[in-house]
């Protein structure tokens, strides 16, 4: 090993700091470095920029063109200003009405000893921009599939021997059965009649009370109307409660009676081991004692059967409302009172005027509500206009 490298190890085993700070010779050095290569500025990110640059504009674009960058996340606040005051619920928008509506009304006659009840149908539609009683007359017409059937009290209870005469509406009275030709039978013996009631008609059922005239007891009965109608027996072909209950009530003497806004089962009071309503007791027209049964009754028997407008603002509407139908649509609605039946439009508010006013006569009682939407209206008014005479 030669001298320099002997030099080179010496100068190792010196210490590397002898002084302390910066020494003159680190100091030149350091100085010399940063003369020789000036501090890089930060290169700008420009893609950074543009794009926030774009977004800065999106948001501009947004405010010139009213557009809420933050919506209300309920939609119906903005609505509320505007009717400040009334429930939003209550705010309904109007429909043009193209609903049909057939009512068939009974007023049974107050003297103890008369048996017979009237009948009569009130069909009212939208005519040119008018509600108006498109049809009324006596007796009920019971639309029944695509055909009416035309219900009244018959004019020869004898000859029939019962009190209602059922046929199919446009077609010719079938022939008394008291005459052959030109030729009556003879009578030997005073015949038997049959009183009926009609409770209540709907789609293809009717609800019947019946009774003997000589003994006076009296029966409830439950039909298929067509069946009745050509003759069939009750006792055997009659309907039985649990065939529109799903089978959670039995009952073969039972009826159909309207209560506000809905119609109900009621059965004999004498019938047993049911769920009842005890705080209602009515009467049939004969007397017989009711109970009321709570279930709800199979569209088959009873068609649109709900009342679309809280009673609260039925009450506002009419304060001495006592029921109140409501189209399918939701375009007409029906008020009635003990005196009058009021039309709506099914959007109407407290303070509205009706469009329409038909007397209701003392005691008369709901036994019919039909509806009609616009595909059948024209067919329905064709056939009031024609089987409904005064």
């Not at 350091?30 to 926030?52: F, Q, S, T, V, Y």
């Not at 149908?121 to 498109?134: E, I, P, T, Y």
């Not at 109140?324 to 003990?338: K, Y």
């Amino acid at each position: 090993m030669n001298n320099q490298h002997d030099d080179w190890f010496k100068g190792l085993e010196r210490d590397p700091f002898p002084e302390k700070g910066f020494q003159p010779e680190l100091k030149r050095r350091i100085m010399r470095e940063i003369d020789r290569k000036p501090a890089a500025k930060p290169r700008p990110n420009w893609r950074l920029a543009g794009i926030a640059a774009a977004c800065m504009t999106v948001v501009c674009l947004l405010v010139l063109l009213r557009v809420e960058l933050f919506p209300n996340t309920a939609p119906l606040a903005n609505n509320a200003s505007l009717n400040a005051g009334s429930p939003l619920t209550e705010v309904l928008d109007k429909k043009e009405i193209k609903s049909v509506l057939l009512l068939g009304l009974r007023q049974d006659n107050a003297a103890a000893n008369e048996q017979n009840s009237t009948y009569r149908s009130l069909m009212v539609a939208n005519q040119n921009g008018q509600v108006k009683a498109v049809a009324a007359g006596n007796g009920i017409l019971v639309p029944y599939g695509q055909v009416f059937w035309k219900i009244d009290n018959a004019a020869d209870p004898k000859a029939e021997g019962k009190t209602l005469h059922i046929a199919q509406a446009g077609k010719a009275a079938a022939p008394s059965p008291t005459a052959i030709g030109t030729q009556a039978v003879p009578e030997t013996k005073e015949p038997a009649v049959r009183v009926e009631k009609l409770l209540y008609a709907g789609n293809k059922y009717l609800s019947l009370e019946t009774g003997d005239a000589a003994t006076g007891s009296s029966e409830l009965w439950n039909v298929d109307l067509k069946e009745y109608a050509n003759g069939g027996d009750p006792l055997f072909s009659r309907q039985n409660l649990s065939e529109f209950t799903e089978g959670r009530y039995s009952s073969d003497s039972w009826t159909v009676l309207r209560q506000t806004g809905s119609w109900k089962a009621a059965v004999r009071s004498a019938e047993t081991g049911l769920e009842i309503n005890p705080k209602s007791k009515p009467l049939t027209p004969a007397g017989i004692p009711l109970t009321l049964v709570n279930t709800e009754l199979s569209d088959r028997l009873v068609n649109h059967d709900t009342l679309d407008r809280p009673w609260e603002d039925i009450l506002a509407i009419e304060p001495e409302a006592t029921d109140s139908v409501t189209s399918p649509d939701r375009d007409l609605m029906a008020i009635f009172t003990d005196h009058s039946i009021e039309f709506f439009e099914f959007s109407a508010q407290a303070g509205d005027q009706p469009l329409l006013t038909v007397a209701r006569n003392k005691g008369e009682q709901l036994v019919m509500v039909q509806w009609a939407l616009e595909k059948y209206a024209s067919k329905w008014i064709q056939a009031g206009e024609s089987e409904l005479l005064p």
